[in-house]
């Protein structure tokens, strides 16, 4: 009987794979980061006959000629439960500053020659965008196409990417073909900046598929696709998971602690933390069940981002743009206005964002009040990004009805601040000796007045508070 059920397979198999050995056109181009700036990798999807067997090549032809590609390199492929098949392809040794050309595919199919250009060696600044709970209406259209004018050199992307799975984790089986819908329509952007993701509630398919989807589409440099770092420039990126578990004790918690603790010896060689997830430790605007501030994840995980001096944290979940002040256990530890001349400087605590109004739907109002610890929100569509040096972060939320930036602040860490090169609307650059100085004495206070300030603050409350427990 067994004998006969092999023999069955293997007759199926051989005629599935005699009747799919053409190649399928590429699309879905798509970049991610090792984090090594001399690399890039380039994935793209091709749609197979079956799930079965992916004939189609893992080819990446590319050169700083767009008509000569003379140079070529070869990857490996993965499918799941679905007909995309996608190719991962890993380009090493590029050089720095320089626009390649390339085409993916192989001799069956071409695509179509895409371009990226490789960050300088040594940059002054990069630029960063992050943006969650995506989708493809109008308005996540809208947002991608802005978002190609920011000349990024990376995006974060703290899930709910397509919602293939529209009723949410684990409640039926999506549609798979969204994936694919999605992934062309981010392709313009995609082909050109390297993405990195965290996985969101709308990761999770019901079964068979589970999170199958994001974890064969999508290149971590990680162990798993569910937490992962790596670093980038002047930042240590930290991608982890809230819908795995994250309690003390877990896997996943003492990666974070173990990954956390060496990035915050290393910040010689990168000065910044920044980490992302999906489910927002904080966010004042819940619009319902399960949502607002992910009590339980923030409970279990925000002790190591307050002991490691994780600098932003970067969420989505919630439909519409939120920054918090630099706060810990729902104590603000600075209230400055962020402004260029009263940024943050070593607030002793991190900076919540909540990036969730990318396109997939927003709230209808906000919810009141305000708390302490909310610096500005906004129900709109649009995206963030932020501008990182050595020595400052200047973190912007932009809409997309009007194009301007409705939400803005500074978060420093020295006194010298290495302000970007071009930078239209505060032209730091031209500001004299004295103005200088005047901004490192309000630093310096800042820093030596304010936070210590809060810091007693904050002991004063916690041991009134746990006398009235007690009671
Ligand atoms: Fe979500």
Known sequence: MRWNKLLLIFIFS???????GEAAEPEQVHLA??????????????????????????????GIDNENLNLSENGNNDMYLWTTCTHTTLLSNLNPNTTYYYRVGGEGEWSSVYSFKTLEKNPDKITIGAIADHGTSSNAQETTSNMENENLDLVIHPGDISYANGAGSGNGIGDQSVWDEYQNQIESLTSECPHMYAPGNHEEDAEPYGFDAYESRFFNPGQNSFWYSFDFEFIHFVSISSEHDYEPGSTQHTWLKNDLED????????????????????????????????????????????DYQVDLAIWGHDHHYERTYPVFEENVYSNNSGNLDNPFYKPGATIHIVAGMAGRSTYDGLEEPQPLWSAYREVAYGYTLFEATETSINYKFIR???????????????????????????????????????????????????????VIIIAITAIFNLKFRKK
């Open 14 to 20: 051989t005629i599935i794979i005699s009747i799919n």
């Open 400 to 454: 997309n009805s009007d194009m301007q930036i409705a939400d803005e602040f500074w978060l420093v860490n020295s006194i010298e601040i290495q302000e970007p090169e071009e930078n239209p609307k505060i032209n730091y650059n031209q500001t004299n000796q004295t103005e200088d100085s005047n901004l490192i004495n309000q630093i310096k206070e800042l820093n030596y007045l304010e936070t210590p300030l809060s």
């Open 33 to 62: 980061t090792t984090g090594t700036p001399t690399e890039m990798v380039i994935q793209w999807g091709t749609e197979e006959d079956t799930s079965a067997f992916c004939p189609s090549d893992n080819i990446v032809e590319y």
């Open 263 to 306: 990035a915050n010896n290393n910040r010689e060689n990168y000065p910044w933390i920044v980490i992302f997830a999906h489910r927002p430790m904080y966010s004042s605007n819940g619009d319902g069940e399960g949502h607002g501030s992910e009590i339980e994840f923030r409970e279990a995980m925000e002790g190591l981002l307050f």
